[in-house]
């Protein structure tokens, strides 16, 4: 989808890239970087907007030096900051910028339709865009960017200034941009814990320069966490205790998920092998409980970028193998 | 060995939204009409927005006002020619405009903000360049939807009076002469106050300045311009009265028509210029028409994303 090779931009006082060197496959890939380590420069570099200073970089196999429009008629762009114009409608302004991404006006009539549908826009649609919420406009900014179906789009910070349920929520949305729609995602954020759940690939730069690039399995799957969740029964008022007691018993420690939601309902215990799921399956029908969940949780990416020391006081796991994740960034 | 499945759960949660509001993602293969079909459209889109169309009421009320302002005028005129039987029109084609110039200045001062510092405002600019579009097409669509609104708010009281003159059946060809005459003059007049006012407009994202310091270049500059010609005349230093008519927009296209297009000059002491200074005069139109365009195209190189 995207590659890149020893590409660098430099303004007069500061490097923005600098020999960055990348590939990015089908998918949805995370870009990862504090403000200002060059993730906008990039997208406008990849847009053809900005030639770069050296090096060469392809989006959909067309050269961006030569190729911008082209280029920009496949992809979709979504910018971190506000872009609506608040005295029109939401029907009206992705018709608009349907037509300029060359839409003739039926279709660009008809694919606002589904794609307004689609982010989750019904009939506040016809309102001006002004009374909107902070969720409401990012779901039309990202009707904007997949209103003409591109192959892919650049998403900058889509989840900035949202609250916890509207994140999940865009998260959710840009998850099924990939699943659903068939299009490939590059999506920006500053922060690491909210990519894991979304991306397939994650790439990390700083100060411009490549630190990371690997499938976000790579990150998080060196242990395995199961978190498990059981009803109350009469006979057993309180199950997670009783769960716990159980697996204990049978020589299998858990601990509570503090801090996470539903901590005190939850119980979090280290995957062995497929035996830890069996052991689980059978103490759960023995003691007559009902299974709510039983999910894999993944170690946060964060935790791979912490610093030597911090990752020291990191959770109980396998420091060992987690380091040696964060040796392949070097 | 359990085997990471991070897709499952992201999928069986798209799945419960999906529930709710999905019936299916159409994909589209139809054609893709690419940067002139955009640029067009940004065209018909801006124009239409000049008066208000496809954007609130409110924003209906002053341009079609305005429009109506142009018109009622020459509707009155024509009036009279018809009921009077007079031999000619109150007014020459040419001359029309030089009189209206307060509700044209006042129509580019309200339309050239509202065509290009909302887009700066709102932020809506780099959503048009990440799409095919480059800078020249944005520019050159803002500028020719701005120009044509003009063109059809000075052009159009220009048609009621030919339309009158040729009911009144006055003189077939010395109307159609005027008639044409009138639409060069309003065409140049167009173009050159939608690129004075784009200008402007474009510098500041603040509609607001954008209006007064539109109004403030056209009116200031026409009134110290009429001021000086005016003490100039009263000191009958009449050779230097076309020479200040350079200074104001609606002095210029006054003094190329008075050289070129036949009319008479509304000057003080009624002293155009004549063909020599008209070169000058007309030059000087054309220069700032290019140098316009010029600005716009650097402004918005800088806009970018």
New interface residues.
Partial sequence: MIATESLSKRFPRVTALDRLSVDVGPGVTGLVGANGAGK?TL??IL?G??PATEGRAEVLGLDVATKG?AI??R???M?E????????SAT?FVV??A??????PT?ARE?TA?TL??V?L?EERYR?MGGYSTGMKQRVKLA?ALV??PQLVFLDEPTNGLDPVGRD?ML??I??IH????ISVLVTSHLLGELE??C?HVVVIDGGKLLRSSS??DF??TT?TLAIEVTDTDEHPDGTRVMREALLARGMETHQGDGLPGAGHILLLT?Q??E??DLVRDVVADLGLGLVRM??R?HHIAEVFKDDDERADATAGAPGARKEAVGHGG | ??V????A???A??GE??RI???G????D??????A??RR??YS?SLRGAYGL???AK?KVLPMLLFVVMCVPALIMVAVAVTTKANDLPVDYTRYAVIMQAMISLYVASQAPQSVS??LR???V?????????TADYVRAKYAALASALFILTAAPLLVLYVGALLAKLDFTDQTKGFAQGLVSVALLSLLFAGIGLVIAAVTPRRGFGIAAVIAVLTISYGAVSTLQAIADAQTNTEAVPWIGLFSPITLIDGVQTAFLGASSSFPGAVGPGTGEGVVYALVVLGLIAASYGLLMRRYRKV??
Wanted: some cysteine; overall charge positive.
């Fill in positions: 906008s997208i406008k847009l907007l900005s429009g920009r008629e992809v979709g762009y910018p900051h506000d872009c609506l114009p608040p005295d029109v009206e608009h910028m037509r300029m991404s060359g839409l003739p279709a694919r589904d549908r689609h989750g019904y001006p904007q003409h179906d929520e959710g949305l998850r099924r699943t659903e729609f068939g759940r979304t397939d976000t399995t998080t799957q395995t995957a092998g497929e830890t799921y999910e894999q993944r | 060995m359990a990471e499945q991070p897709q759960q992201a999928m949660r798209a939204q999906t509001h999905d019936i993602y159409r994909s589209y139809g054609p893709r009409l690419g940067r079909y955009a459209s940004l889109q496809g954007r609130s924003s909302r887009d709102f932020k809506t780099p959503l048009y360049f990440s799409r095919p579009i480059e970018g994303l």
